[in-house]
């Protein structure tokens, strides 16, 4: 089935933009006149600066010494004009200079060449000549060749030097071993009895040992120690007892016993000690917390024993129940029961089919 066409709405033509707004007509500005602060200045009195101050003071001259107040005849020097002269310049005189320099030079280089051509000139002239005059000729005498002076010479004659004098050294040592020379026989009858010496016997000294200065120190310091504590013990021991006061003192006075005089005699009473009362307050509060225990560890017990009794029950009523409610017992189904049940299922299938094409 074809979607149905629907076309999009036509515009509203009949929408007109808004009237334009009409300008509001502003007022024309009025200039107002400048408000300048060089009026208001004026009339600010301006504090006058340190240089003002010191101007404003008025002036005091000191009066002119006596020594200066003769006027000074003053006599007048005739004026002389000055006649103006030329300027003496040195380029005249170093261009004369540099002129004679220069010819000067120029004739010495000139007398310098015709000397070196006067002089080549008697040179060659002395080469002809005595190429000319043929000298006798100086006889030669023969070369006398001398040996040659190798280093491989040198070392060789000193490894020749070493090796003979090193068989040298060896022949003799075995012509030495050859010279044998027999002991004596030992005499046995007169025993051998080695001579005694005079050195005197040397006496061990003993050893200094630092660990036992140390303790021979330490000891000393020991018993010093101990002597002082014994001492001071035996003081402790002397019974020193105050003198009777003067006041107190009176000739043929002896003191009597307090029973003397009436009074009960004092009686010690042994201290009250709070053990007995702690440990009966401790056997107690271990009563307690004893009791305490054993009920808490009843308590446990009983719900416990609640918990499986639960569990046990629970179990006993899933036995009861089949397995297709859930619980435990399993009923045995008879052998053709499996085949009956898929033929009814099939039978139910094409019922369903059956039903189905006679509904459309």
């Given at each position: 089935?074809?979607?149905?066409?629907?076309?999009?709405p036509?515009?509203?033509?009949?929408?007109?933009?808004?009237?334009?707004?009409?300008?509001?007509?502003?007022?024309?500005?009025?200039?107002?006149?400048?408000?300048?602060?060089?009026?208001?200045?004026?009339?600010?009195?301006?504090?006058?600066?340190?240089?003002?101050?010191?101007?404003?003071?008025?002036?005091?001259?000191?009066?002119?010494?006596?020594?200066?107040?003769?006027?000074?005849?003053?006599?007048?020097?005739?004026?002389?004009?000055?006649?103006?002269?030329?300027?003496?310049?040195?380029?005249?005189?170093?261009?004369?200079?540099?002129?004679?320099?220069?010819?000067?030079?120029?004739?010495?280089?000139?007398?310098?060449?015709?000397?070196?051509?006067?002089?080549?000139?008697?040179?060659?002239?002395?080469?002809?000549?005595?190429?000319?005059?043929?000298?006798?000729?100086?006889?030669?005498?023969?070369?006398?060749?001398?040996?040659?002076?190798?280093?491989?010479?040198?070392?060789?004659?000193?490894?020749?030097?070493n090796?003979?004098?090193?068989?040298?050294?060896?022949?003799?040592?075995?012509?030495?071993?050859?010279?044998?020379?027999?002991?004596?026989?030992?005499?046995?009858?007169?025993?051998?009895?080695?001579?005694?010496?005079?050195?005197?016997?040397t006496?061990?000294?003993?050893f200094?040992?630092?660990?036992?200065?140390?303790?021979?120190?330490?000891?000393?310091?020991?018993?010093?120690?101990?002597?002082?504590?014994?001492?001071?013990?035996?003081?402790?021991?002397?019974?020193?007892?105050?003198?009777?006061?003067?006041?107190?003192y009176?000739?043929?006075?002896?003191?009597k016993?307090?029973?003397?005089?009436?009074r009960?005699?004092?009686?010690?009473?042994?201290?009250?000690?709070?053990?007995?009362?702690?440990?009966?307050?401790?056997?107690?509060?271990?009563?307690?917390?004893q009791?305490?225990r054993?009920?808490?560890?009843?308590?446990?017990?009983?719900?416990?024993?609640?918990?499986?009794?639960?569990l046990?029950?629970?179990?006993?009523?899933?036995?009861?129940?089949?397995?297709?409610?859930?619980?435990?017992?399993?009923?045995?189904?008879?052998v053709?029961?499996?085949?009956?049940?898929?033929?009814?299922?099939?039978?139910?299938?094409?019922?369903?089919?059956?039903?189905?094409?006679?509904?459309?």
């Amino acid at each position: 089935m074809a979607k149905q066409f629907q076309a999009m709405p036509m515009p509203d033509m009949s929408y007109r933009p808004p009237p334009a707004a009409t300008p509001t007509k502003f007022k024309l500005t009025t200039p107002s006149p400048f408000k300048l602060s060089t009026e208001t200045r004026r009339e600010v009195q301006r504090a006058p600066s340190t240089d003002e101050i010191e101007l404003s003071r008025q002036f005091k001259a000191k009066p002119i010494p006596k020594s200066t107040s003769k006027p000074t005849i003053v006599t007048k020097v005739p004026h002389v004009p000055t006649v103006p002269t030329a300027p003496k310049l040195s380029t005249s005189n170093r261009s004369e200079r540099h002129k004679t320099v220069t010819d000067n030079a120029r004739k010495n280089v000139l007398q310098r060449m015709k000397e070196k051509r006067r002089q080549s000139r008697l040179q060659q002239k002395n080469q002809t000549a005595e190429s000319l005059i043929k000298p006798k000729p100086k006889p030669f005498k023969p070369t006398q060749p001398a040996p040659f002076k190798l280093h491989s010479d040198s070392r060789g004659e000193a490894y020749q030097a070493n090796l003979a004098e090193k068989i040298q050294h060896e022949n003799e040592e075995l012509q030495n071993l050859r010279n044998v020379k027999a002991k004596p026989c030992p005499q046995h009858n007169s025993p051998f009895t080695p001579a005694r010496s005079s050195a005197p016997l040397t006496e061990p000294a003993p050893f200094k040992l630092e660990s036992e200065v140390r303790g021979y120190h330490h000891h000393e310091a020991l018993n010093k120690k101990r002597t002082e504590e014994e001492i001071e013990q035996e003081q402790a021991k002397l019974f020193k007892g105050r003198s009777v006061p003067k006041s107190l003192y009176q000739k043929g006075f002896a003191p009597k016993t307090p029973s003397a005089l009436g009074r009960t005699p004092l009686r010690p009473k042994g201290p009250r000690l709070s053990l007995s009362t702690q440990a009966e307050a401790r056997k107690q509060f271990d009563l307690e917390t004893q009791k305490r225990r054993e009920e808490e560890e009843e308590k446990k017990r009983l719900a416990e024993e609640q918990h499986q009794r639960e569990l046990d029950e629970e179990i006993e009523e899933l036995k009861r129940l089949p397995a297709d409610q859930g619980g435990m017992m399993q009923i045995a189904r008879p052998v053709g029961n499996v085949f009956r049940e898929r033929r009814l299922s099939r039978v139910s299938g094409l019922n369903e089919g059956f039903e189905g094409i006679s509904v459309s």
